[in-house]
């Protein structure tokens, strides 16, 4: 009898030695020396249960079951990997850089912060919204569609909050480098953009103290220049041409406005060059069949052209005409005979 009780032990013992084994090889790093990076995306909702499939799947763990069960009863891993009791683990979204280098624990403190691989998109200046959102979706942030639709709606919280008066978001969508989330929602892209531009023109002198309605009109002007003005020198000169023809009733015949009538509200593709009847469009937005500032921006500007609109040099400039296709250079002129002069001048072959 005693042998028996000493042959069970011995056998209950050595199942025991091989069980822990058997966990303890499991629950290593599936390769020491690899510490290649693994891209893991943990979207909100997803269970511990595919977490640790997915996981194995990426090959980054041995055993699924395992990862679950030292989830699931903290105190396993401070007996697998001597490490003080933890409090249960808490599982967060996001997008994780991994390694197979890395043993279930190590993992695990990974998994519980939360942290998130950033998308760093650089959005240049005179953009419209339509166009952001291409490149948003384009870089997996959210959906164009969405975001489009967000910007265009004005009952969204987000115009009464920053008492915005235009119809939609075009002109308050600063221009700048980002670091955005994969899959965030088009509300909070919207929001960290129009945020930046309150911010933002802080630093333009005067501007931060207009009223909603004198912002407004500002920022459709400097959505204006932004689209013509390629030196930045020369944005104060263009943005003093246009308040002066504006102060007399004069078009400001504007090629970028026919081309936001183009590709933004017939939705056509952007137009080689501007015809004739291009210019005849029956639209408020072509400046030159009405006189007068654009219903609204028809594009995001910049700091150089919000600086130029809102603190315009007064010049008796009524006229621009490109001297330099290649550098991008103006020269400006007051009368239009002057500018007929420069036109024929700038444009022999």
Known sequence: MKKIIIFAASFILLFLISLYSFIFIQTRPVNKTDVTDVRVEIPSGMS???VSKLLKKEK???????????VRFPALN???FFN????????KSGIYRLNRSMD?????????TGQQEFIIISLPEGLTISKIANLLEKNNICN????????????????SEFNITGETLEGYLFPDTYYFTSGMSAQNAARVMVENFFNKIQEVKGLSEKSPEELYKILTLASIVEREYRIPDEAPLIASVFK????????????ATVEYIITEIQGKPHPKRILLDDLKIDNPYNTYKWAGLTPGPISNPGLIALDAAANTPK???????IADQNAGRHVFSATFEQHKVNHNLYTKD
């Open 144 to 159: 164009a569609n969405e975001f489009v639709h967000f910007c265009k709606d004005n009952s969204n919280p987000i115009f």
């Open 78 to 80: 401070s007996v697998l």
């Open 48 to 50: 511990v249960t595919e």
């Open 60 to 70: 980054l763990i041995k055993n699924a079951r395992l990862f679950y069960f030292s």
């Open 104 to 112: 279930f624990s190590e993992i695990q403190k990974e998994l519980s």
């Open 244 to 255: 002066n023809r504006i102060r007399n009733n004069i078009g400001l015949y504007s090629c």
């Open 84 to 91: 003080e009791p933890s409090s249960s683990f808490m599982l």
């Open 315 to 321: 010049t008796d400039y009524y006229f621009f005409q």
